[in-house]
């Protein structure tokens, strides 16, 4: 069965602080990998989007990376700020999926900045 | 990108009743997604909308209780029909582009109580 899992559930952090978090995944073979932040309240909004040939992609103070052997990717967040503060929701796309558009969805991160 | 937009935001129904949840998008697109989301939990898909076909549901969701409409392609529509507390959830609307409708937008959501 295609999953992803993520780790940790939940994180707390001071302001200021890195923060890494864990995506693991079973799903092969896929098309993409994709990173969403989801502020309360709010709907997803993407990040970074890599393909299985891709190892690292940053968007400002985000950088991702994927290792399609371990079939694990992160999501680092450096000097983070209290906006932060928001759910983050590895996806990934099988390649099964074809046009239909279908992904596999984590669970999610939930991290919280503290001042 | 795609500018997606929900109503209404957020609402409190009685049990028993109906809530049409609309979704609009800037430009025409082929795929329209319903998803949701229960609290604490991540998205799950509730059907796939394409202009001029009947939806496509998975697994655990029917037309009689979530009856979906593509009158074009800028537009669709979710009910809620028979609402029942369990029903309290987000709703989000997405949309597909790319060459495999892979890389999905989503809409801000609709927050819905039932009491």
């Known amino acids: 069965k295609n999953q992803v899992e993520q780790s940790p559930q939940s994180l707390i952090i001071l302001e200021g602080k890195n923060c890494t978090l864990q995506c693991n995944y079973t799903v092969s073979p896929f098309s993409n990998l994709r990173w969403y932040k989801q502020d309360t309240g709010r709907g997803p909004v993407s990040l970074t989007i890599m393909t299985f040939s891709e190892n690292t992609k940053s968007n400002g103070r985000y950088t991702a990376t994927l290792d399609a052997d371990t079939k694990q990717s992160s999501l680092h967040i450096t000097a983070s700020q209290l906006s932060d503060s928001a759910s983050y929701i590895c996806?990934?796309?099988?390649?099964?999926?074809?046009?239909?558009?279908?992904?596999?969805f984590g669970q999610g991160t939930t991290l919280q900045v503290k001042p | 990108s795609a500018v997606i937009s929900q109503k209404p935001s957020r609402d409190i129904c009685q049990r028993g009743t109906s809530l049409t949840i609309q979704c609009q998008v800037d430009?025409?697109?082929?795929?329209m997604f319903w998803y949701r989301q229960q609290p604490g939990q991540s998205l799950t898909l509730i059907a796939t909308?394409?202009?001029?076909?009947?939806?496509?549901?998975e697994s655990g969701f029917v037309i009689d209780k979530f009856p979906i409409s593509r009158p074009n392609l800028t537009f669709s529509t979710l009910t809620v029909s028979n609402m029942s507390p369990e029903d309290s959830s987000i709703y989000l609307c997405s949309v597909g582009r790319g060459i495999l409708n892979n890389e999905q937008f989503f809409g801000p959501g609709t927050r819905l109580t039932v009491l």
């Open positions: 430009s025409q697109v082929t795929m």
């Open positions: 996806v990934v796309t099988p390649l099964a999926s074809g046009n239909t558009g279908k992904l596999i």
């Open positions: 909308a394409n202009q001029g076909s009947e939806a496509t549901y």
